[in-house]
């Protein structure tokens, strides 16, 4: 994943995952597609401790892109990354600067993306343990 910022002035919006909502996805029909997730935000009870919560969650992106053969739409490449909230010390909030451009570039330069005719891209809050209280973590992104 790439983590440069571009120039361009854009809109950013919040996506929230949660135990009731564990992924959300976005479809783009061109091989320059691209979805930066600038930060996140842990948001529980004040009265839980939020360091105690992150080790019983990760947090995923997939990046599938499929072709047209014979009418039939067609897996063509998938990629999948971890994406990891780190505890600074420092830290009081949970609050996490992430900064992860989202684009082509995860298939790297060898894969020829020509055939390739949508994408979707998955973010995905996998639960390790489970999770009795309530939570959500909101995304900062651009589209």
């Known amino acids: 994943m790439n983590t440069n910022h571009t120039n361009k002035k854009e809109i950013s919006e919040c996506i929230v995952l949660s135990n009731q909502a564990f992924y959300k996805q976005f479809e783009f029909s061109s091989a320059d597609f691209k979805l930066e997730i600038i930060s996140a935000t842990l948001e529980i009870e004040p009265t839980l401790n939020w360091v105690q919560l992150l080790p019983k969650f990760e947090i995923w992106t997939h990046v599938l892109g499929y072709s047209m053969h014979d009418n039939d739409i067609l897996p063509a490449v998938k990629f999948s990354n971890?994406?990891?909230?780190?505890?600074?010390?420092?830290?009081?909030?949970?609050?996490?600067?992430?900064?992860?451009?989202?684009?082509?570039?995860?298939?790297?330069?060898?894969?020829?993306?020509?055939?390739?005719?949508?994408f979707i891209v998955k973010i995905e809050l996998k639960e390790l343990q489970s999770i009795n209280e309530t939570y959500a973590l909101q995304l900062k992104i651009i589209k």
């Open 82 to 118: 971890q994406l990891h909230l780190y505890n600074d010390p420092n830290n009081k909030k949970p609050n996490f600067q992430l900064d992860k451009i989202i684009d082509k570039q995860v298939f790297g330069s060898n894969i020829n993306l020509a055939a390739v005719s949508s």
